[in-house]
């Protein structure tokens, strides 16, 4: 019997919000192997007779949360550092360091000025970009390709910005799966380039 190796990918920020809306709470670490699993029960479920799968390994993809104080147009000054997501976040990644068979890859999240709150005209709320996240996701998906280091990837994403990646794997004979978790809307480009969608 031949073995495929596969690698899932996880966007962090998309499965943390797919999560939440899916279950009504955010993720904890108990949470991720049956999500592990479950991935592979689907991607197993297309093989054909003689072939089985081995999970090679998982890489979470996110930012470290961003600790910085500033001064928000109102003259207050607000410390990031002792929001209760800034805490999560830290949390999460200390366990995430730990987890088995799994490799955390973390960007930056930069502060890029204020917006107005959505419902509190005169209050305002930290504008953050994540930096360095899509670009390590794509090197990784080049190399393991490149390598051969996999037969089979799993990307956990809605983002579009992942279609040359998996354009790349697909020429160097990787099968590409799509994994949205429940994603309401899926971009054709996105549906063009997964060898697979599993739901």
């Given at each position: 019997m031949s073995v495929?190796?596969?690698?899932?990918?996880?966007?962090?920020g998309?499965?943390?919000?797919?999560?939440k809306t899916?279950?009504g709470?955010s993720p904890r670490?108990?949470?991720?192997?049956?999500?592990i699993n479950?991935?592979?029960i689907?991607?197993s479920?297309?093989?054909?007779?003689?072939?089985?799968?081995m999970?090679l390994?998982?890489?979470?993809?996110?930012?470290?949360?961003?600790?910085?104080?500033?001064?928000?147009?109102?003259?207050?000054?607000?410390?990031f550092?002792?929001?209760p997501?800034f805490?999560?976040a830290?949390?999460?990644?200390?366990d995430?360091?730990?987890?088995?068979q799994?490799?955390l890859?973390?960007?930056e999240?930069?502060?890029?000025g204020w917006?107005?709150?959505?419902?509190?005209?005169?209050?305002?709320i930290?504008d953050?970009k994540?930096k360095?996240v899509?670009?390590k996701?794509?090197?990784?998906i080049a190399?393991m390709s490149s390598?051969?280091t996999i037969?089979?990837?799993?990307l956990?994403?809605?983002?579009s910005d992942?279609?040359?990646?998996m354009?790349?794997?697909?020429?160097?004979?990787?099968?590409?799966?799509?994994?949205?978790m429940?994603?309401?809307q899926?971009?054709?480009?996105l549906?063009e380039?997964a060898d697979?969608?599993?739901?």
């Amino acid at each position: 019997m031949s073995v495929n190796k596969v690698a899932i990918l996880i966007d962090g920020g998309f499965f943390l919000q797919r999560f939440k809306t899916n279950n009504g709470k955010s993720p904890r670490i108990a949470d991720l192997q049956p999500f592990i699993n479950d991935i592979m029960i689907k991607v197993s479920a297309t093989n054909p007779p003689g072939t089985s799968d081995m999970l090679l390994r998982t890489y979470y993809y996110d930012c470290r949360p961003n600790g910085d104080t500033k001064i928000d147009p109102n003259g207050k000054t607000v410390d990031f550092s002792q929001h209760p997501q800034f805490k999560a976040a830290n949390a999460f990644h200390a366990d995430l360091r730990t987890f088995p068979q799994l490799a955390l890859r973390l960007g930056e999240l930069s502060f890029d000025g204020w917006k107005v709150h959505p419902t509190k005209a005169n209050d305002y709320i930290p504008d953050f970009k994540q930096k360095s996240v899509d670009i390590k996701l794509g090197l990784d998906i080049a190399w393991m390709s490149s390598k051969r280091t996999i037969d089979k990837l799993v990307l956990v994403a809605g983002d579009s910005d992942f279609v040359s990646p998996m354009k790349f794997a697909r020429r160097e004979g990787i099968l590409v799966y799509l994994y949205p978790m429940g994603q309401p809307q899926i971009k054709i480009i996105l549906k063009e380039h997964a060898d697979f969608i599993i739901a």
